[in-house]
Protein backbone atom coordinates (compact mmCIF):
# COMPACT_ATOMS: atom_id res chain seq x y z
CA UNK A 1 0.00 0.00 0.00
CA UNK A 2 1.17 3.31 -0.57
CA UNK A 3 2.28 5.91 2.03
CA UNK A 4 1.13 9.21 2.77
CA UNK A 5 4.87 10.49 2.29
CA UNK A 6 5.00 8.90 -1.32
CA UNK A 7 1.91 10.80 -2.23
CA UNK A 8 3.32 14.38 -1.03
CA UNK A 9 6.69 13.58 -2.71
CA UNK A 10 5.09 13.11 -5.81
CA UNK A 11 3.02 16.22 -5.33
CA UNK A 12 6.21 18.63 -4.66
CA UNK A 13 7.92 16.69 -8.21
CA UNK A 14 4.42 17.50 -9.90
CA UNK A 15 4.71 21.22 -8.91
CA UNK A 16 8.34 21.23 -9.67
CA UNK A 17 7.56 20.33 -13.17
CA UNK A 18 5.28 22.86 -13.46
CA UNK A 19 7.42 25.85 -12.84
CA UNK A 20 9.56 24.47 -15.23
CA UNK A 21 12.34 22.31 -13.47
CA UNK A 22 13.45 19.68 -16.09
CA UNK A 23 16.73 18.50 -14.80
CA UNK A 24 18.02 17.37 -11.63
CA UNK A 25 21.82 17.36 -12.28
CA UNK A 26 23.79 20.78 -13.37
CA UNK A 27 26.73 20.84 -16.09
CA UNK A 28 29.71 20.97 -13.61
CA UNK A 29 29.77 18.75 -10.12
CA UNK A 30 29.21 20.66 -7.01
CA UNK A 31 31.24 20.04 -4.14
CA UNK A 32 28.47 20.36 -1.07
CA UNK A 33 31.21 19.88 1.16
CA UNK A 34 32.89 23.03 0.74
CA UNK A 35 32.47 25.91 2.66
CA UNK A 36 31.77 29.36 0.36
CA UNK A 37 33.78 32.07 1.85
CA UNK A 38 31.86 34.26 3.13
CA UNK A 39 30.81 37.67 0.72
CA UNK A 40 30.20 41.07 2.36
CA UNK A 41 27.52 43.06 1.03
CA UNK A 42 28.77 47.26 0.19
CA UNK A 43 27.17 48.48 3.53
CA UNK A 44 24.66 50.50 0.66
CA UNK A 45 23.09 47.43 -0.59
CA UNK A 46 22.38 46.24 3.12
CA UNK A 47 20.75 49.37 3.92
CA UNK A 48 18.58 49.24 0.90
CA UNK A 49 17.64 45.56 1.63
CA UNK A 50 13.87 45.53 3.16
CA UNK A 51 13.18 43.77 6.11
CA UNK A 52 10.53 41.55 5.44
CA UNK A 53 8.25 41.54 8.41
CA UNK A 54 5.22 39.24 9.12
CA UNK A 55 1.93 39.89 8.62
CA UNK A 56 0.62 41.80 11.93
CA UNK A 57 -2.67 40.32 13.43
CA UNK A 58 -4.01 43.41 12.69
CA UNK A 59 -4.02 43.07 9.19
CA UNK A 60 -4.90 39.76 9.43
CA UNK A 61 -8.43 41.07 11.25
CA UNK A 62 -8.81 43.97 8.45
CA UNK A 63 -8.74 41.53 5.69
CA UNK A 64 -11.35 38.78 7.69
CA UNK A 65 -13.46 42.38 7.43
CA UNK A 66 -13.04 43.21 4.26
CA UNK A 67 -14.17 39.74 3.50
CA UNK A 68 -17.28 39.61 5.73
CA UNK A 69 -18.09 42.86 3.89
CA UNK A 70 -17.94 41.92 0.20
CA UNK A 71 -19.57 38.56 1.13
CA UNK A 72 -22.58 40.29 2.66
CA UNK A 73 -22.93 42.53 -0.28
CA UNK A 74 -23.03 39.53 -2.52
CA UNK A 75 -26.87 39.04 -3.46
CA UNK A 76 -26.70 36.01 -5.76
CA UNK A 77 -24.02 33.20 -6.83
CA UNK A 78 -23.12 35.58 -9.89
CA UNK A 79 -22.20 38.44 -7.51
CA UNK A 80 -20.63 35.92 -5.11
CA UNK A 81 -18.22 34.54 -7.25
CA UNK A 82 -17.33 38.40 -8.46
CA UNK A 83 -16.35 39.19 -5.42
CA UNK A 84 -14.48 36.48 -4.78
CA UNK A 85 -12.34 37.00 -7.70
CA UNK A 86 -12.19 41.01 -6.82
CA UNK A 87 -10.61 39.44 -3.40
CA UNK A 88 -6.76 40.82 -3.04
CA UNK A 89 -6.15 39.62 0.42
CA UNK A 90 -5.45 36.17 0.23
CA UNK A 91 -1.76 35.22 -1.46
CA UNK A 92 -2.94 32.17 -2.76
CA UNK A 93 -4.75 34.11 -5.68
CA UNK A 94 -1.07 35.40 -6.74
CA UNK A 95 -0.12 31.61 -7.33
CA UNK A 96 -2.67 30.07 -8.58
CA UNK A 97 -4.55 29.83 -12.18
CA UNK A 98 -8.01 29.73 -11.66
CA UNK A 99 -10.83 30.80 -9.01
CA UNK A 100 -12.48 27.32 -8.20
CA UNK A 101 -15.87 28.67 -6.98
CA UNK A 102 -18.38 25.34 -7.48
CA UNK A 103 -20.03 22.62 -9.71
CA UNK A 104 -23.26 21.09 -10.02
CA UNK A 105 -26.42 22.38 -9.76
CA UNK A 106 -27.26 25.62 -7.30
CA UNK A 107 -30.25 25.10 -5.18
CA UNK A 108 -30.04 21.01 -4.74
CA UNK A 109 -30.80 19.76 -1.84
CA UNK A 110 -27.27 18.24 -0.85
CA UNK A 111 -24.12 21.06 -0.53
CA UNK A 112 -20.58 19.54 -0.39
CA UNK A 113 -17.91 21.06 0.89
CA UNK A 114 -14.11 20.31 -0.31
CA UNK A 115 -10.79 21.76 1.31
CA UNK A 116 -9.20 23.34 -1.21
CA UNK A 117 -8.20 22.95 -5.15
CA UNK A 118 -5.24 20.47 -6.34
CA UNK A 119 -3.57 20.89 -9.74
CA UNK A 120 -6.27 19.42 -12.02
CA UNK A 121 -9.43 21.82 -10.10
CA UNK A 122 -6.44 24.29 -10.29
CA UNK A 123 -6.27 24.32 -14.12
CA UNK A 124 -10.00 23.52 -14.91
CA UNK A 125 -11.65 25.92 -12.53
CA UNK A 126 -13.73 23.56 -11.03
CA UNK A 127 -13.36 21.35 -7.72
CA UNK A 128 -13.00 17.78 -7.60
CA UNK A 129 -12.29 16.87 -11.07
CA UNK A 130 -8.75 14.87 -10.23
CA UNK A 131 -8.70 11.36 -9.30
CA UNK A 132 -10.47 11.99 -5.85
CA UNK A 133 -13.21 13.78 -7.73
CA UNK A 134 -14.01 11.18 -10.20
CA UNK A 135 -14.12 8.72 -6.88
CA UNK A 136 -16.02 11.18 -5.61
CA UNK A 137 -18.84 11.06 -8.42
CA UNK A 138 -18.53 7.04 -8.14
CA UNK A 139 -19.52 7.48 -4.52
CA UNK A 140 -22.40 9.45 -5.33
CA UNK A 141 -23.82 7.56 -7.99
CA UNK A 142 -23.84 4.46 -5.93
CA UNK A 143 -26.71 6.61 -3.95
CA UNK A 144 -28.35 7.72 -7.55
CA UNK A 145 -26.87 11.32 -7.09
CA UNK A 146 -24.58 13.19 -9.14
CA UNK A 147 -23.75 16.80 -10.02
CA UNK A 148 -25.28 16.49 -13.36
CA UNK A 149 -28.24 14.43 -12.31
CA UNK A 150 -31.16 16.60 -12.89
CA UNK A 151 -33.52 14.18 -11.12
CA UNK A 152 -30.92 14.48 -7.65
CA UNK A 153 -28.67 16.64 -7.93
CA UNK A 154 -25.52 17.98 -5.50
CA UNK A 155 -23.88 20.90 -5.60
CA UNK A 156 -19.65 21.19 -4.74
CA UNK A 157 -17.48 24.18 -3.66
CA UNK A 158 -14.23 24.07 -1.48
CA UNK A 159 -13.54 25.95 1.52
CA UNK A 160 -10.38 27.83 -0.33
CA UNK A 161 -11.34 29.13 -3.69
CA UNK A 162 -7.47 28.92 -4.68
CA UNK A 163 -4.77 25.91 -4.82
CA UNK A 164 -2.02 26.07 -1.61
CA UNK A 165 1.41 25.85 -3.09
CA UNK A 166 2.51 22.20 -3.30
CA UNK A 167 -0.73 21.05 -1.98
CA UNK A 168 -0.25 21.93 1.38
CA UNK A 169 -3.16 21.92 3.94
CA UNK A 170 -4.66 25.60 4.20
CA UNK A 171 -2.93 27.75 7.09
CA UNK A 172 -5.71 29.20 9.83
CA UNK A 173 -5.39 32.64 8.24
CA UNK A 174 -6.30 31.55 4.81
CA UNK A 175 -9.67 30.00 5.86
CA UNK A 176 -10.05 32.78 8.23
CA UNK A 177 -10.17 35.30 5.53
CA UNK A 178 -12.30 32.72 2.87
CA UNK A 179 -14.81 32.19 5.69
CA UNK A 180 -17.19 34.45 5.01
CA UNK A 181 -17.45 33.41 1.55
CA UNK A 182 -18.28 30.22 2.64
CA UNK A 183 -20.58 31.26 4.85
CA UNK A 184 -22.24 33.21 2.43
CA UNK A 185 -22.47 31.03 -0.25
CA UNK A 186 -24.41 28.19 1.64
CA UNK A 187 -26.67 30.79 2.31
CA UNK A 188 -27.30 31.75 -1.12
CA UNK A 189 -27.09 28.13 -2.32
CA UNK A 190 -29.65 27.22 0.75
CA UNK A 191 -29.05 23.28 0.57
CA UNK A 192 -31.41 20.98 3.04
CA UNK A 193 -28.02 19.18 4.32
CA UNK A 194 -24.06 19.85 4.33
CA UNK A 195 -21.58 16.84 3.23
CA UNK A 196 -18.24 18.66 4.98
CA UNK A 197 -15.85 17.15 3.07
CA UNK A 198 -12.24 16.15 4.60
CA UNK A 199 -10.84 17.41 8.19
CA UNK A 200 -10.39 20.93 6.93
CA UNK A 201 -13.76 21.52 5.77
CA UNK A 202 -14.58 20.20 9.18
CA UNK A 203 -12.15 22.64 11.10
CA UNK A 204 -14.13 25.46 8.92
CA UNK A 205 -17.50 24.58 9.16
CA UNK A 206 -17.07 22.88 12.99
CA UNK A 207 -14.19 24.32 14.48
CA UNK A 208 -12.55 21.33 14.94
CA UNK A 209 -10.46 18.57 13.39
CA UNK A 210 -10.34 14.67 13.52
CA UNK A 211 -12.31 12.93 11.22
CA UNK A 212 -12.11 9.57 11.92
CA UNK A 213 -13.54 10.73 14.50
CA UNK A 214 -16.22 12.91 13.30
CA UNK A 215 -17.41 10.89 10.29
CA UNK A 216 -20.39 10.06 10.01
CA UNK A 217 -22.35 11.49 13.20
CA UNK A 218 -24.96 13.72 12.00
CA UNK A 219 -24.47 18.03 13.43
CA UNK A 220 -25.15 21.23 12.43
CA UNK A 221 -23.12 23.86 10.25
CA UNK A 222 -24.52 27.36 9.21
CA UNK A 223 -28.12 26.45 10.39
CA UNK A 224 -28.38 23.38 8.33
CA UNK A 225 -27.98 19.50 9.63
CA UNK A 226 -24.23 18.48 8.59
CA UNK A 227 -22.39 15.23 8.18
CA UNK A 228 -18.62 14.96 7.91
CA UNK A 229 -17.27 12.04 5.51
CA UNK A 230 -14.01 11.19 4.55
CA UNK A 231 -12.27 12.83 2.00
CA UNK A 232 -12.14 10.66 -1.13
CA UNK A 233 -8.27 11.63 -1.69
CA UNK A 234 -8.08 9.92 1.55
CA UNK A 235 -10.20 7.15 0.99
CA UNK A 236 -7.41 6.50 -2.13
CA UNK A 237 -4.22 6.16 0.23
CA UNK A 238 -6.30 3.95 2.54
CA UNK A 239 -8.71 2.05 0.56
CA UNK A 240 -9.90 0.23 3.74
CA UNK A 241 -11.96 3.18 5.09
CA UNK A 242 -14.33 2.48 2.12
CA UNK A 243 -16.92 0.57 4.23
CA UNK A 244 -17.18 3.63 6.49
CA UNK A 245 -17.21 5.65 3.57
CA UNK A 246 -20.22 3.67 2.14
CA UNK A 247 -22.29 3.74 5.52
CA UNK A 248 -21.69 7.51 5.37
CA UNK A 249 -23.22 7.73 1.60
CA UNK A 250 -26.49 5.51 3.04
CA UNK A 251 -26.92 8.05 5.68
CA UNK A 252 -27.06 10.95 3.46
CA UNK A 253 -29.90 9.02 1.09
CA UNK A 254 -31.42 7.72 4.35
CA UNK A 255 -31.67 11.47 5.89
CA UNK A 256 -32.64 12.96 2.33
CA UNK A 257 -35.49 10.02 2.11
CA UNK A 258 -37.18 11.32 5.60
CA UNK A 259 -37.11 15.12 4.60
Known sequence: ??????????????????????????????????????????KA??????????????????????????AAAAATLEELRA????????????????????????????MLVGEAPGRDEDRAGKPFVGRAGQLLDKMLAAIDMGRDRAEAPVYITNVLPWRPP??????????????PFLMRHIALAKP?????????????????????????????????????IFHPAYLLRSPEFKREAWADLLSLKAKLADG
Open 1 to 42: MESSAYHHDLALLEWQIELGAFEAIGDVPVNRYEVPAAVEKP
Open 45 to 70: AVAATPAVAPVPPQARADAVAIAEQA
Open 166 to 179: QNRDPKPEEIAMMK
Open 83 to 110: AMAAFEHCDLKKGARNLVFSDGIPGAPV
Open 192 to 228: QVLVIVGNWSCQALLGKRGITRLRGAWTEAAGVPALP
